[in-house]
T-cell receptor, first 111, second 112 residues
Framework: TQLLEQSPQFLSIQEGENLTVYCNSS?????LQWYRQEPGEGPVLLVT?????EVKKLKRLTFQFGDARKDSSLHITAAQPGDTGLYLC???????????FGKGTLLTVNP | SAVISQKPSRDICQRGTSLTIQCQVD?????MFWYRQQPGQSLTLIAT?????????ESGFVIDKFPISRPNLTFSTLTVSNLSPEDSSIYLC?????????FGPGTRLTVT
């Protein structure tokens, strides 16, 4: 069974601060996806990383896939209240394109 | 990407009854998935629904409790049967396009 561990589970910061969320596993994934979910909504795909060592940037968000494709990180620069939400990482590595989800990081950015 | 809608968005059901959730996609897709998200938890895959074949269920989920239909490439239903309070969750459908999955807005089920 593939497991993804996310940390921290909860994060409350002030507007303008930087933060990093980690997603770690002992398993190798063919790709890893990051989602953000707001209350009452489904997860919204932010990015997919596929290549070991890959770095993708989405405005103030920087995503990195580990060289061994077992871990990933999400770094947010100058966080804003609109960044508040549940951040989920999900790895694809099994059959039928099934995703294994981490438990999520609940981020609160206070104005 | 894909635009996915779900009905109902929320419902309150009595113990012992059933609820059928509909998932509609704006394009034809081969693979659709149903997930459960319990309060404060992450997503757990219930089953994979492929058109023209029976759904494939994950460990801990059975067809009698969670029957799924997939009549065409844009639509699927999930029924949660014989409801108990433990079934109170958000149920989400998702689709695979290319190598990425996109999710519907979810159906929030409360069982009383």
């Amino acid at each position: 069974t593939q497991l993804l561990e996310q940390s921290p589970q909860f994060l409350s910061i002030q507007e303008g601060e930087n933060l990093t969320v980690y997603c770690n596993s002992s398993s190798v994934f063919s790709s890893l996806q990051w989602y953000r979910q707001e209350p009452g909504e489904g997860p919204v795909l932010l990015v997919t990383v596929v290549t070991g060592g890959e770095v993708k940037k989405l405005k103030r968000l920087t995503f990195q896939f580990g060289d061994a494709r077992k871990d990933s990180s999400l770094h947010i620069t100058a966080a804003q209240p609109g960044d508040t939400g549940l951040y989920l990482c999900a790895g694809e590595g099994g059959s039928n394109y099934k995703l294994t989800f981490g438990k999520g990081t609940l981020l609160t950015v206070n104005p | 990407s894909a635009v996915i809608s779900q009905k109902p968005s929320r419902d309150i059901c009595q113990r012992g009854t059933s609820l059928t959730i509909q998932c509609q996609v704006d394009s034809q897709v081969t693979m659709m998935f149903w997930y459960r998200q319990q309060p404060g938890q992450s997503l757990t895959l219930i089953a994979t629904a492929n058109q023209g074949s029976e759904a494939t269920y994950e460990s801990g989920f059975v067809i009698d409790k969670f029957p799924i239909s997939r009549p065409n490439l844009t639509f699927s239903t999930l029924t949660v049967s014989n409801l108990s309070p433990e079934d109170s969750s958000i149920y989400l459908c998702s689709v695979m396009t290319g190598s990425e999955q996109y999710f519907g807005p979810g159906t929030r089920l409360t069982v009383t």
